[in-house]
């Protein structure tokens, strides 16, 4: 079976400084893996995903993550954190083949001024 | 730019009413997803459906749970005899067909309370 974890259910950063949140997951055949941001009472606006071929991913709003497959670990970094980057964000992971996506629980990132 | 859009977006609901949730994926997709957002997690798989097949339910989706998409365009989620333990979003999500790596866009969820 499928599962995430996400290491911190909140983070707390200064602006400007680095960015880092923690995903681990397992997946009995490869997987897609994604990242997620929630603002409140929104839905779910994809960041990033990684498919197939380079490991860093690079997506919006200057975030990125590396699939490490010997750490089954994806986690998502950003140099320099901005206010407006204070949201809920989630990793996920589907099968390939399959439809169902995995969530973590996710990790409140909250950026001090 | 259209996107996933649902209706109501709060509902507050007595315990023991039936209620009933509509989304309206973006035009070109034919696969939809519902997922339920409980307070401090993240979502969790409900259903799938391809065009107006329902091709995947989780156990979550008790007997008093019941989605539809007639004709492959929008569909709803039904909840009959509303419990506490209901209260959560509920979010759709539309993709469209091909291989399981496109994006799933997600609507704004309709939020759920049962009193």
């Known amino acids: 079976a499928q599962s995430v974890t996400q290491l911190g259910s909140h983070v707390s950063v200064s602006e400007g400084a680095l960015v880092l949140l923690r995903c681990n997951y397992s997946s009995s055949v490869p997987p897609y893996l994604f990242w997620y941001v929630q603002y409140p009472n929104q839905g779910l606006q994809l960041l990033l995903k990684y498919t197939t071929g380079a490991t860093l991913v690079k997506g919006i709003n200057g975030f990125e993550a590396e699939f490490k497959k010997s750490e089954t670990s994806f986690h998502l970094t950003k140099p320099s954190a901005h206010m407006s980057d204070a949201a809920e964000y989630f990793c996920a992971v589907r099968n390939t083949g399959g439809f169902k996506t995995i969530f973590g629980a996710g990790t409140r990132l909250f950026v001090k001024a | 730019d259209t996107g996933v859009s649902q209706d109501p977006r709060h509902k507050i609901t007595k315990r023991g009413q039936n209620v009933t949730f509509r989304c309206d994926p973006i035009?070109?997709?034919?696969?939809l997803y519902w997922y339920r957002q409980t307070l401090g997690q993240g979502p969790e798989f409900l259903t799938y459906?391809?065009?107006?097949?329902?091709?995947?339910k989780s156990r979550l989706l008790s007997d008093r749970f019941s989605a539809e998409r007639p004709k492959g365009s929008f569909s709803t989620l039904e909840i009959q005899r509303t419990e506490q333990g209901d209260s959560a979003m509920y979010l759709c999500a539309s993709s469209r067909e091909g291989d399981s790596a496109y994006e799933q866009y997600f609507g704004p969820g309709t939020r759920l309370t049962v009193t």
């Open positions: 459906f391809q065009n107006e097949a329902q091709l995947e």
């Open positions: 035009s070109e997709h034919n696969r």
